[in-house]
T-cell receptor
């Protein structure tokens, strides 16, 4: 079965603290994974995709096939990072995205 | 240019009413997806179009749900005889090419929030 699990509904940290949003997946085959972000009153938008190995707004995510994880990390959180974050898995058959339940990141001043 | 647009943004329906939700994808985008997002959950796939062809409707929860994209651009999601469990945000997304790939970013609309009383 294809599944994405985000175990934390809420992650609250202070500004400047490190952040790790957890994501685990279940997929037979070579997974293609993404992080999407939704800021308050804005639409869902792509943050980063694992295949690009990029760092966006200071965030990185490494695919760990052994642990079937794709955790999102940032060394120093900023208040503007407060948002809802979704981990998503691409289904290669149709291109549909399979989303986790989402984690709300709250960065306190 | 303009992104994906959806209308209406909010819809309140009485149980048993039919509703129609519209999606205008980015011009030229071949692929179009509908997702349903219940409160506190991540988006869940409903159906997928490549141009006017509906290639996957495996996520539609019942035969009360119907989607179409007759000319390969605008799409309509119709829900007949709405039930309270249909209350959710309905998201539309479009992407440029026809083949799924990590490089084919899905651009999301703002969603339509449906409340069934």
């Amino acid at each position: 079965a294809q599944r994405v699990t985000q175990p934390e509904k809420l992650l609250s940290v202070f500004k400047g603290a490190p952040v790790e949003l957890k994501c685990n997946y279940s997929y037979s085959g070579s997974p293609e994974l993404f992080w999407y972000v939704q800021y308050s009153r804005q639409r869902l938008q792509l943050l980063l995709r694992h295949i690009s190995r990029e760092s966006i707004k200071g965030f990185t995510a490494d695919l760990n096939k052994g642990e079937t994880s794709f955790h999102l990390k940032k060394p120093f959180a900023q208040e503007e990072d407060s948002a809802m974050y979704y981990c998503a898995l691409l289904s290669s058959n149709t291109g549909k995205l399979i989303f986790g339940q989402g984690t709300t990141l709250q960065v306190k001043p | 240019g303009a992104g994906v647009s959806q209308s209406p943004r909010y819809k309140v329906a009485k149980r048993g009413q039919d509703v129609a939700l519209r999606c205008d994808p980015i011009s030229g985008h071949v692929s179009l997806f509908w997702y349903q997002q219940a409160l506190g959950q991540g988006p869940e796939f409903l159906t997928y179009f490549q141009n006017e062809a509906q290639l996957d409707k495996s996520g539609l929860p019942s035969d009360r749900f119907f989607a179409e994209r007759p000319e390969g651009s605008v799409s309509t999601l119709k829900i007949q005889r709405t039930q309270q469990e249909d209350s959710a945000v309905y998201l539309c997304a479009s992407s440029l090419p026809g083949l799924p790939s990590s490089y084919n970013e899905q651009f999301f609309g703002p969603g339509t929030r449906l409340t069934v009383l």
